[in-house]
């Protein structure tokens, strides 16, 4: 009998202005994982440097009743090319000491897998790759997730994992570790994604509050998204298999709060949403769901939106991006404002409150002016809910990027540091910092009235 192989997987630190736990968990990795303990082979171990729950965390961070909560966080140098920027720079996560103290924990493994999330973070992974070459030198290290998937040419140059993997990785990675380290696994493909197995929420400290994933991809193309370079193709899952993962986490971890991390969770409604939602409500499970990620509000009929409200729909967020019709016929085209009007009035009909009701919109994309954006402030006001600005974050790969790169606003090779969504409005000044500051707060003025 061969020894088992040690794999370590991390969740990197956040390097930024700003960062909240919104349900963020990294998903990704924690599918990987789900695959590889299907295997005796392997003995897996997990570090989560941005665990909220650490027992030997400095202090003790609240958190909002549905798991949404700060981040432990402190105060590092600006990189250069922030410097000119008056925020706060900060490293968020569990202090360098404990995750010191949970690699002593582990001794030495035979591989380690680091996941990465916006292309701008790169730095946190940056500076965990680099702790871990320094305790386990030798080991190989593979890096994956977002970061590694839209920059991988960026990430093999500058991440220091010795492989980058790009996309989803469930039928890759045991190719990939039977070729770095001495071992023989019998393969398994999955040829769709309700084959993959669950995510193993096991290593995870705190799980009453959990990621959901009922599709992949998307099939709309908005100018600004990567979704459809992330999935290159739109994958629903079976809706009984959905039902049957809530069950599961609601008897095993008594989970109670989801979030959806679907970029179209409502398309093809009849089918896919509506069919989850009525068996969940026929099982009478005593959960509540939210939703991170902007809502399709064309597809909230009052049907649906009566089945959101009894299968226990709480954060719900829709996606408007802007109240001009004609930005939204180029960059959005995935709503009307007559849909959206029709879906918060079916929401109101079902019985939520408009005020509950928050609405994305983009700010500090190329073109807009402030004017624009203050009149998609007012209009969602007026139209009794609360507007929720998305900062404009230039996303290698999109058509938005590619537009910029034509007329020369970045270059192809720039540093991923220049897609932070603050970073971005204050040096490639798309929006002047103190319209940035005016929108912002008047948006927070409606939100308190």
Request: hydrophobic share 40%; with cysteine.
């Amino acid at each position: 009998m061969q020894k088992k192989k040690k794999i370590l997987l991390i969740n990197p630190w956040i390097f930024d202005f700003t960062a909240y736990d919104f349900w963020l968990k990294p998903l990704g990795l924690l599918y990987i994982a789900g695959v590889l303990k299907k295997f005796p082979e392997f003995e897996l171990f997990f570090i989560d440097c941005l665990d909220r729950t650490h027992p030997l965390l400095p202090k003790k961070l609240k958190s909002k009743p549905d798991g949404r909560g700060p981040f432990f966080k402190e105060e590092i140098e600006k990189p250069e090319i922030l410097k000119e920027i008056p925020r706060k720079y900060s490293k968020y996560g569990i202090p360098i000491n404990i995750f010191q103290y949970e690699l002593e924990k582990i001794k030495r493994p035979d591989l380690i897998l680091v996941t990465s999330g916006m292309t701008y973070w790169y730095l946190g992974v940056q500076f965990t790759i680099e702790l871990l070459k320094k305790k386990f030198k030798g080991i190989p290290i593979i890096l994956g997730g977002i970061y590694a998937t839209l920059m991988p040419e960026h990430a093999r140059t500058y991440s220091g994992a010795d492989i980058v993997i790009e996309g989803s990785a469930e039928n890759k990675i045991l190719s990939v570790i039977e070729d770095i380290i001495e071992i023989k696994v019998e393969k398994i493909y999955f040829d769709s994604i309700d084959e993959i197995p669950y995510p193993h929420y096991q290593l995870l400290r705190e799980k009453k509050y959990l990621p959901i994933l009922t599709s992949r991809g998307c099939p709309f193309r908005c100018t600004f998204c990567a979704s459809y370079l992330l999935n290159k193709s739109f994958y629903q899952r079976k809706p009984e298999n959905v039902v049957e993962e809530l069950q599961y986490y609601y008897h095993q971890f008594n989970t109670i709060h989801f979030a959806f991390y679907d970029d179209a969770l409502f398309f093809n409604k009849e089918k896919h949403i509506n069919s989850i939602l009525k068996k969940v409500i026929e099982l009478k499970l005593p959960i509540f769901f939210h939703t991170p990620n902007g809502l399709h509000a064309r597809e909230i009929d009052f049907e649906l939106a009566c089945l959101m409200k009894k299968a226990g729909f709480k954060t719900i967020r829709l996606s408007l991006e802007s109240s001009k019709e004609e930005f939204l016929k180029k960059v959005s085209p995935k709503i009307t404002l007559e849909e959206f009007e029709n879906a918060l009035e079916n929401l109101e009909r079902a019985g939520y409150k408009r005020n509950e009701i928050e609405v994305y919109l983009i700010v500090g994309l190329p073109g807009q002016s402030k004017e624009d954006i203050e009149e998609s402030i007012y209009y969602v006001y007026n139209q009794g809910a609360k507007s929720r600005l998305a900062y404009f974050s230039p996303v290698p790969g999109t058509i938005e990027w590619e537009k910029m790169i034509e007329k020369g606003m970045l270059s192809p090779d720039s540093d991923p540091l220049l897609h932070n969504k603050l970073a971005f409005s204050y040096i490639i000044k798309t929006i002047s910092p103190e319209d940035f500051e005016y929108l912002k707060n008047l948006s927070f003025k409606f939100w308190k009235s």
